[in-house]
């Protein structure tokens, strides 16, 4: 089955500066790559997604890049603030159904 | 818009006790629906899914079971709870595959 390694496990920046998490699949035939934000307690709430069609995506500060030749992508958040302190997981799918998730990148921003 | 309830949001069990929790969504009919565990300090497993009325598909074996007996209903049960099913229990829908979206947790505690 599919298997989603995540690097860094932690993560410290501080405020202003960017954030890189990147991530690798084993399926070649995966064709789906979300990201989820967990803050302390709370549900994973989906961030930012990309379909194995598309190189990159980018919405606001977040932006998502896709290698699927290196079976790699990853997540970059730039001029991080405090509130983007979380837990970050990436998932990939080759059904849509059944999301493999990473084991997650705690992110602390420091003001 | 789209609402997703769990209940109870908390729970504590003894080992050997049954399980039954609820998830329920509102605004849209026939949903993919989900089981997440997250154990913690570790990734989401993805439990069971459904595609709709009756089907489940179960991806990992274990003592729990899923059942969907209404449309925008989803059911986790277990007969014997063990100290290993401890976790954070997620439900999450989707309207088509791909994009899930999660529900509050349920917080399950195993004596």
């Known amino acids: 089955g599919e298997n989603v390694e995540q690097h860094p496990s932690t993560l410290s920046v501080q405020e202003g500066d960017s954030a890189v998490i990147k991530c690798t699949y084993s399926?070649?035939?995966?064709?789906?790559f979300p990201w989820y934000k967990q803050e302390l307690g709370k549900r994973p709430q989906l961030i930012i997604d990309?379909?194995?069609?598309?190189g990159e995506k980018k919405d606001q500060r977040i932006a998502v890049t896709l290698n699927k030749t290196a079976k790699h992508f990853s997540l970059h958040i730039t001029e991080t603030q405090p509130e983007d302190s979380a837990v970050y997981f990436c998932?990939?799918?080759?059904?849509?159904?059944?999301?493999?998730f990473g084991k997650g990148t705690s992110l602390l921003v420091t003001p | 818009s789209q609402t997703i309830h769990q209940w109870p949001a908390t729970l504590v069990q003894p080992v050997g006790s049954p399980l039954s929790l609820e998830c329920t969504v509102e605004?849209?009919?026939?949903?993919?629906l989900y089981w997440y565990r997250q154990a913690a300090g570790r990734g989401l497993q993805l439990l069971f899914y459904?595609?709709?009325?009756?089907?489940i598909s179960s991806e990992v074996p274990q003592n729990l079971s899923a059942s969907r007996p209404q449309d925008r209903q989803f059911i986790l049960s277990s007969k014997k709870l063990l100290l290993s099913d401890s976790g954070f229990y997620l439900c999450?829908?989707?309207?088509?595959?791909?994009?899930?979206?999660f529900g509050p947790g349920t917080r399950l505690t195993v004596t």
């Open positions: 605004g849209t009919s026939n949903p993919n």
């Open positions: 998932a990939a799918t080759n059904s849509g159904y059944a999301l493999n």
């Open positions: 399926d070649s035939a995966s064709n789906y």
């Open positions: 999450a829908w989707s309207q088509r595959p791909y994009e899930q979206y």
């Open positions: 459904s595609v709709g009325i009756g089907q």
């Open positions: 990309i379909r194995s069609n598309v």
